[in-house]
């Protein structure tokens, strides 16, 4: 049972990046997704989720409008399109999948906005 996160890196304030979350070991299609993300000296948040069939999503007031979250459940994989980076959104992301009780989570991949 695997979720690996891929994309991060270092990106400069005003761009753009898009975090991939790739599904092993378990029904895909079957869970809620979720990006989080934890700052530096910060709690860990709920950025993005998107049901199962990937038509209703929802996101935190910061990120409206500049983040899209997205899945392909045939490829087994959720996606997060991040435009206008900002340097306080300098963090590690995370993915996580949700059904009933039960939840997995990825290893995160570090974004850093900085010039």
């Known amino acids: 049972v695997q979720l690996v996160e891929s994309g991060g890196g270092l990106v400069q304030p005003g761009g753009s990046l898009r975090l991939s979350c790739e599904a092993s070991?378990?029904?895909?299609?079957?869970?809620?997704m979720s990006w989080h993300r934890q700052g530096p000296g910060k709690e860990r948040e709920l950025v993005a989720s998107?049901?199962?069939?990937?038509?209703?999503?929802a996101y935190a007031d910061s990120v409206k409008g500049r983040f899209t979250i997205s899945r392909d459940n045939p490829k087994n994989t959720m996606y997060r399109q991040m435009n206008s980076l900002k340097p306080e959104e300098t963090a590690v992301y995370y993915c996580?999948?949700?059904?009933?009780?039960?939840?997995?989570w990825g290893q995160g991949t570090l974004v850093t906005v900085s010039s």
């Open positions: 070991g378990f029904t895909f299609r079957r869970y809620i």
């Open positions: 998107i049901n199962m069939d990937g038509d209703i999503t």
């Open positions: 996580k999948g949700t059904s009933g009780n039960v939840s997995k």
